[in-house]
């Protein structure tokens, strides 16, 4: 892709062209290279928008929160764009939301900007994606990004790292989500939402909580996690939602808290942008060679084992671009 339409195509992006928007994401999906090349011209400063995470187990109630928050934020004027990596939607890339999820309402508005991702068939390949469109949602200009992930595996971790305020989705019921406090996804959230509060078990499950975080050093320096009591089909306790997650965007935003979130984020960035890359660069390396075939051949014949295969490319590899690294 020639310079000048990569950096048209980041200039309508970053002009919030719905349509540019659309097709990068999609492009983003597809691992294309004019993806990188556009991506390259999406410098966003760190702190313009306020990045929310709303992760939890499938079915707790998320995109009914999300879209709660949507409608609290556009009643104040903000612009919002959301991201959906949701493995068990039916919606792939650039549908809309359906009426499952109850964004369809926000549909019509220009000031919300819905994209779910595809993310069936890809190993490993989700949290790139999303960080991916988090930036070109960032540059479209909104002031609240929202990414919303099904809080399992390490991916979404990763993508709740990347986020300022991280909402963690539980429900009264909450056998697997007792896994996942485990699990330690409890300790990359900043807000917990007790979703579904009008079924049985509330109380209880408030009591669990309060024990479970106080067991724990959660959500960072000097931040005492609060659980939220919600009904997000009904917009019930949403205010106090937004009201905590106001009061943690002010602790977070203040000292050098910005600063410390932009470290943060560039580190796992970068550390998720390279795993990829080293994977494509190597496997470009040896295309047409052979030797991928050869060395899965001897794989499948029980000649040699994966790890030592793979040291051995590395190795190959390595030694022919290995040049005296240099810090700037
Ligand atoms: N009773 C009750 N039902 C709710 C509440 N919030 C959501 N639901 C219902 O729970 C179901 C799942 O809601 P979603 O918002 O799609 O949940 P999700 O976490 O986004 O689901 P996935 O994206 O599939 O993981 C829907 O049938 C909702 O109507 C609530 O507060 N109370
Ligand atoms: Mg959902």
């Known amino acids: ?35 990188r090349d556009v991506l390259k011209r999406l410098l966003v400063p760190v702190g313009k928008a306020v990045v929310l995470g709303v992760t939890g187990s499938a079915g707790a109630g998320k995109s009914c929160l999300v879209s709660c928050l949507i409608s609290a934020y556009r009643k104040r004027g903000k612009t919002v764009g959301v991201i959906a990596v949701d493995p068990s939607s039916p919606f792939t890339g650039g549908a809309f939301l359906g ?34 469109a988090m930036r070109v949602m960032e540059a479209m200009g909104h002031d609240v990004v929202i990414v919303e992930t099904v809080g399992t595996g390490q991916d979404e971790v990763d993508v709740a790292r990347l986020v300022q305020t991280c909402l963690l989705v539980l429900t009264p019921n909450m056998g697997d989500d007792i896994q996942a406090l485990k699990a330690g996804i409890m300790e990359i959230a ?17 009591l669990d909580l309060e024990v479970a975080l106080k067991m724990r050093r959660v959500g960072g320096e000097g931040w005492p996690v609060p659980v939220v009591p919600a009904v997000a089909t009904t917009g019930e306790g949403i205010d106090e939602v937004m009201d905590q997650i106001e009061r943690h965007q ?5 000292g050098d808290g910005l600063e410390q979130y932009a470290f943060r984020k560039a580190e796992k960035e970068g550390s998720v942008i390279i795993k990829d890359e080293i994977e494509r660069v190597i496997f470009d390396h040896i ?10 051949d001897r794989i499948v014949a029980g000649r040699i084992d994966p790890y030592t295969a793979v040291e051995e490319v590395m190795a190959l590899f390595i030694k022919k671009s290995r040049k005296k690294i240099k810090v700037q």
Request: hydrophobic residues 40%.
């Open 1 to 35: 892709m020639s310079k000048t339409s990569a950096t048209e195509w980041a200039e309508k992006v970053k002009a919030n062209d719905r349509m540019a928007a659309a097709k990068l994401i999609s492009a983003i999906e597809r691992k294309e290279q004019a993806a």
């Open 99 to 132: 009426d499952r999820l109850r964004m369809h309402a926000h549909g019509r508005d220009r000031g919300v900007y819905i994209r779910s991702m595809a993310s069936r068939g890809y190993l490993g390949g989700l949290a790139r994606g999303a960080v991916d």
């Open 190 to 206: 900043q807000v917990v939402v007790l979703n579904k509060a009008d079924m049985p078990g509330k109380q209880k499950a408030l």
């Open 250 to 254: 002010v602790h977070m935003r203040k």
């Open 287 to 296: 295309r047409g060679t052979g030797l991928r075939r050869n060395y899965l």
